[in-house]
């Protein structure tokens, strides 16, 4: 799965996402369960951009099911965001092939600024996420 984002984050994050490539073809996998999405699905994404760089990363993909709502181990020295939107087929007739699209039609659901992350709450984050996993 390439999805690399040639945008600098001077721009909304809902610009700097959209469009980005999610898969190559008309499938991609949810990162957590596995199952396979496609165009139209509802999905959540994962998206980063460390302090000392300027492009957004989008990470991780999940289908609607296993889409977070929060953030629960913020990185330092990071801006992280949960976002919402769904799938796009994008189809590119030179190359006579397809992708599939982000499109935070939803936008940000979480946001976690790069001041966020100290070790004081790692044992909080750690309890909440041993909770979200036993559901
Ligand atoms: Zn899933």
Do not use: K
């Not at 302090?51 to 709502?69: F, H, L, M, Q, Y």
């Not at 965001?81 to 659901?109: I, K, Y």
């Not at 790069?114 to 044992?123: F, I, K, L, Q």
């Amino acid at each position: 799965m390439s999805a690399e984002a040639c945008y600098t984050i001077a721009v909304p994050i809902e610009r700097a996402v959209t469009g980005v490539t999610i898969s190559d073809g008309e499938h991609a996998l949810c990162g957590y369960c596995g199952r396979s999405i496609g165009e139209g699905s509802p999905v959540g994404i994962y998206a980063y951009s460390m302090s000392d760089e300027r492009d957004v990363t989008v990470a991780r993909i999940n289908c609607n099911d296993c889409a977070t709502e929060t953030i629960t181990h913020p990185t330092l020295g990071g801006t992280e965001w949960l976002m919402r939107g769904t799938l796009a087929l994008q189809s590119d007739v030179a190359h006579q092939s397809c992708q599939l699209v982000f499109v935070p039609n939803e936008g940000v659901v979480s946001m976690s600024p790069p001041t966020d992350g100290s070790n004081v709450v790692a044992e909080e984050q750690m309890e909440a996420s041993m909770y979200c996993q036993q559901q």
